[in-house]
């Protein structure tokens, strides 16, 4: 479980700095 939320969390971020 832990392992998808940080999945989650750095296709996330990684679509923030895209968009940045």
Known sequence: M???LEDV???E???GW???
Request: charged share 15%; glycine share 0%; net charge neutral.
């Open 2 to 4: 832990m392992r998808l």
């Open 13 to 15: 971020i990684l679509s």
């Open 9 to 11: 969390l750095a296709e």
């Open 18 to 20: 895209a968009f940045c």
